[in-house]
């Protein structure tokens, strides 16, 4: 069975019970109300550690005079990350280098045996391989990390998204600290 707002809330509240955490009658319409909140915070806290892969996807885009708008390409559940990202233009198996500064991208000198980009703010721009930016056009796959949507939740990390659901539903300061503690001792909170 897939897992739902309701049904997650619902073993959120079991679990806070079992440990001895007081919750009130209204946790679970709180709880379900936090649940984009929820799983933002657990896709960004995996898409920081060294699991980022189990939390990316391959979103296909399409560049053009150059540039690619995340913002406005359907790929708003996309967190980005250039060091952990990695963008393939057209057919090829070799992704495009990483270069931090627009200004590097322009002038730079770069070899034009391979594609390069630049990420500021929700902008990808492309250096072709003709040495110009506003020349690419076309297909452009990028695999990066996303905010899952609760039916995409791997049963793997569905103990830690009850744990982040309890941490933004209760505002108990108790369950923050026990997330934290765990993650302090190394321990992959949440992890069945």
């Known amino acids: 069975m897939a897992l739902t707002d309701q049904l997650a809330a619902q073993r959120t509240y ?12 209204n946790f679970i319409a709180r709880a379900i109300a936090q649940m984009p909140d929820a799983l933002e915070t657990l896709c ?5 550690s060294n699991d980022f892969h189990n939390g990316q996807k391959d979103f296909d885009l399409t560049a053009a005079a150059g540039r690619i708008d995340l913002g406005a390409s359907g790929a708003d559940t996309m967190l980005f990350d250039p060091f952990k990202a990695r963008v393939f233009v057209g057919a090829s198996d070799d992704p495009a280098v990483y270069i931090e500064r627009m200004e590097t991208l322009k ?3 770069l070899p034009n045996d391979t594609y390069h980009f630049t990420h500021r703010g929700q902008k990808l721009t492309f250096l ?4 110009q930016t506003n020349t690419l056009a076309g297909a452009v796959k990028v695999t990066a990390n996303y905010i899952w949507a609760i039916g995409e939740v791997p049963r793997e ?6 744990e982040t659901l309890a941490e933004l539903a209760s505002g108990d300061p108790r369950i923050a600290a026990m997330n934290s503690a765990s993650a302090d001792r190394g321990v992959e909170v949440g992890r069945v």
Do not use: W
């Not at 960004?44 to 920081?48: E, F, G, L, M, T």
């Not at 072709?128 to 040495?131: A, F, R, V």
């Not at 990390?157 to 009850?162: K, T």
């Open 14 to 25: 079991v679990m806070l019970r079992q440990r001895g955490i007081p919750v009130d009658a």
């Open 44 to 48: 960004k806290r995996i898409a920081s």
């Open 107 to 109: 002038n730079g000198g």
């Open 128 to 131: 072709n391989i003709d040495g």
């Open 157 to 162: 990390y569905y103990v830690e998204l009850f």
